[in-house]
Nanobody, 121 residues
Framework: QVLVQESGGGLVQAGGSLGLSCVAS????????LGWWRKAPGKQLEFVAA????????YYADSVKGRFHITGGDGKNVVYLLMKNLKPEDTAVYYC??????????????WGQGTQVTVSS
């Protein structure tokens, strides 16, 4: 069992920046990659970014490339998502996920509760 907990989020104006953090705990947490997904009202769940400690690889959705940056923390159970140049369409509930392949677009093993990000125009 892996527990995933997000923090950060909030309200920001368009063009601003915001950071999210995710901590995974549990026996297998350090062997999993961590990723971010988001769900906007009326839209489907969308992959955002992922990070793998095994090789430091990162993955991004086209919609956030060049604006969002995912990094691993000092421990192999923490990731940070720095979001820059935010747009109103980035407004969503952001979920952290843990999976052996955090870039798998079909499924993720573990999900956090989500944190709200609201971008005002």
């Amino acid at each position: 069992q892996v527990l995933v907990q997000e923090s950060g989020g909030g309200l920001v104006q368009a063009g601003g920046s915001l950071g999210l953090s995710c901590v995974a705990s549990g026996q297998a947490a350090t062997t999993y990659g961590l990723g971010w997904w988001r769900k906007a009202p009326g839209k489907q769940l969308e992959f955002v970014a992922a990070f793998h400690w095994s090789d430091g690889s990162t993955y991004y959705a086209d919609s956030v490339k060049g604006r969002f940056h995912i990094t691993g923390g000092d421990g192999k159970n923490v990731v940070y998502l720095l979001m820059k140049n935010l747009k109103p369409e980035d407004t969503a509930v952001y979920y952290c996920t843990a999976d052996p392949d955090a870039s798998d677009l079909v499924r993720q093993d573990y999900w956090g509760q989500g944190t709200q990000v609201t971008v005002s125009s």
